[in-house]
Nanobody, 118 residues
Framework: EVQLMESGGGLVQPGGSLKLSCEAS????????MNWARQAPGKEVEWVGG???????YYAESVQGRFIISRDWRSNTMSLEMTAVRTEDTAMYFC????????????WGPGTLVIVSS
């Protein structure tokens, strides 16, 4: 069974950094496209970035230059390194398998909460 579990969320000050992780079970994460998405209270789901099976990385304009996606085949995990965080980065963060940009459907983990505040 495919399972995803995010971790690493918490409280961070504006301008600070945080690293999120997504551990996968039931499939080899590095063999498929994987994405990060987020949702703030009262707002729509927003695509953050992704990495395809070949290793190419893509990012939303809102996080370009600040967030970095990586994966580790040894631990079957994907990471999201966040730097220079802003209050508007506050959201529940999810890793998603088979994410569809148009419908925002896919296989989602339960999420991890990130709060950017002083």
């Amino acid at each position: 069974e495919v399972q995803l579990m995010e971790s690493g969320g918490g409280l961070v000050q504006p301008g600070g950094s945080l690293k999120l992780s997504c551990e996968a079970s039931g499939f080899t994460l590095a063999h498929v496209a994987m994405n990060w998405a987020r949702q703030a209270p009262g707002k729509e789901v927003e695509w953050v970035g992704g990495i395809n099976a070949a290793g190419a990385k893509y990012y939303a304009e809102s996080v370009q230059g600040r967030f970095i996606i990586s994966r580790d085949w040894r631990s079957n995990t994907m990471s999201l390194e966040m730097t220079a965080v802003r209050t508007e980065d506050t959201a529940m963060y999810f890793c998603v398998k088979e994410f569809q940009m148009g419908t925002k459907r896919g296989i989602w983990g339960p999420g991890t909460l990130v709060i950017v505040s002083s």
